[in-house]
């Protein structure tokens, strides 16, 4: 079945009476109702997706493509209707990288996770000995999810856990579970009963999930003293992990960048999603030579993004999606203004607005230990440090215990590269930050967790590998 439209697609997910309150951060509006779940609704989702896991093993990997597959026409088929839903409990725009964006990626990378041949590898082979190494399923895998990318990094989850025969239990944020539970009746449509469960519910629910003895792994984004927490009540059971933690991705602009040229790419590094995004850019060192006109060029191209309500057509920047995380935001650049750090754009929020709408923000002039620098903001403003030379500003960027990912900017790529294999993170980008793709493998550095995704690696990390010997 299609939905033309979210109220249609609302009405098949939500409970017929009570359930919680979900209001849209950009007005205040009700979205919908949520029922949540309980301990006993995930035991009992648990026990279902265990018992259908051999047979969704035993279809082999061509016919899980094949469904796969289908499940990425259906989201296209809903596409309008989920991105409407999404943008009004999310908050983001429907326009520009933003909710059209995201459920779009939500079929790509479902068709990706089909898209490798997962086969024996050969280990030794040289006339006396034997072996070869398998990918067998796990079992179950716990899957539980932020509420910056609520459909597609439940996607990146539950797509290649599908794909190598194992079946999901998914836990989405409190904030934004409407999004992910029409997601997941979407695809249930497609898949067969029990291979895919969403239970929306509370900490107890998240921490249930990471513990459970019928688990045999964890799919994780979110933050890292959350990422710890999983860890510690996952160890029990020996759980396998894949972490995506806490970023607080630096760029570094060379010497010989052109400012106008890199301008709104590093807007947009920094500011997708409203800077919601645990991999952008989040504090950008340039050096003194050229400070001035990086300041002048990215001001610039920032004020000229309008910001608002998501189903505005016009808008591409949208509220935060909580106050909670206002708040942060709030708080870290007043802490810069009162340090004496220059405001280029925006700050002073208009505090009789009605959402959590915080002003595109460009902090110049700060101290490179000022909070707004060293803590992630997880929100529309980014602090701009100089530095003398790209030697302080690679040991800036590698000062923090965070390391997901960064970028250098410049127009000698050999240099850049150069720089680049010296900063300790997952992943750095030449010329742009935070274009993931679903063919490269993608993970964290240092306390930005751990294991990758994406790509046959992505694959073999929800697999169990066997080696036979004979």
Not at 93 to 105: I, L, S, T
Not at 161 to 179: A, D, F, I, Q, W
Not at 266 to 284: D, E, M, P, S, V
Request: proline share 6%.
């Amino acid at each position: 079945m299609s939905y033309s439209n979210a109220q249609e697609l609302l009405a098949a997910i939500q409970p017929a009476s009570g359930g919680t309150e979900i209001l849209d951060p950009a007005t205040g509006e009700l979205v919908g109702r949520v029922a949540q779940g309980s301990v006993a609704d995930l035991d009992a989702a648990v026990s279902a997706a265990r018992n259908a896991q051999p047979a969704w093993d035993a279809l082999g990997h061509d016919e899980r493509n094949r469904l796969l597959n289908l499940a990425a026409d259906h989201i296209e088929a809903n596409a309008e209707a989920l991105a409407e839903l999404l943008s009004r409990e999310q908050g983001k725009p429907m326009n520009g990288p933003n909710a059209r964006f995201e459920v779009g990626a939500c079929a790509a990378w479902l068709r990706a996770a089909t898209a490798y041949e997962v086969k024996p590898e050969v280990v030794v082979d040289d006339g006396e000995t034997y072996a070869a190494k398998h990918y067998r399923a796990l079992g179950v895998v716990g899957a539980i999810g932020p509420w910056n990318w609520p459909m597609m990094i439940s996607i990146w989850q539950l797509a290649p856990s599908l794909r190598m025969g194992n079946t999901v239990v998914m836990k989405p944020s409190e904030y934004t579970p409407l999004s992910v539970l029409a997601l997941g009746h979407v695809l249930n449509q497609i898949l067969p009963a029990d291979v895919l469960h969403v239970v929306a519910g509370g900490r107890e629910v998240g921490e249930k999930l990471s513990a459970h003895p019928d688990v045999n792994k964890i799919m994780f984004t979110g933050s890292t003293p959350t990422g710890k927490a999983i860890i510690r009540s996952s160890a029990d059971t020996v759980k396998r992990l894949t972490l995506e933690l806490g970023g607080n991705d630096a760029g570094i602009v060379m010497e010989d960048a052109d400012p106008k040229a890199i301008a709104e790419d590093l807007f947009w590094g920094a500011f997708i999603n409203t800077g919601q995004t645990c991999a952008a850019l989040k504090r950008l060192y340039v050096p003194e030579s050229i400070y001035e006109q990086v300041c002048q060029a990215l001001t610039e191209v920032a004020a000229k993004m309008p910001m608002g309500v998501g189903r505005d057509e016009n808008n591409v920047l949208g509220p935060l999606q909580n106050k909670a995380q206002y708040n942060i935001v709030a708080d870290l650049v007043q802490d810069a203004v009162d340090s004496g750090a220059t405001v280029l754009l925006g700050a002073n929020p208009d505090s009789e607005a009605v959402g959590y709408f915080y002003p595109t923000t460009l902090v110049a002039d700060i101290d490179p230990q000022n909070p707004l620098v060293t803590e992630e903001q997880f929100g529309p403003a980014l602090p701009i440090v100089k530095v003398k030379n790209v030697e302080e500003a690679i040991a800036h960027a590698n000062s923090l215990e965070t390391g997901l990912g960064a970028s250098v900017w410049g127009s000698d790529r050999e240099k850049a590269l150069a720089v680049a294999a010296q900063i300790q993170a997952g992943t750095v980008w030449i010329n742009s930050h935070g274009t993931i793709d679903p063919r490269i493998p993608f993970g964290g550095a240092k306390q930005s967790g751990y294991g990758l995704e994406f790509g046959l690696d992505g694959l073999k990390a929800l697999a169990q590998p066997q080696l036979i010997k004979g």
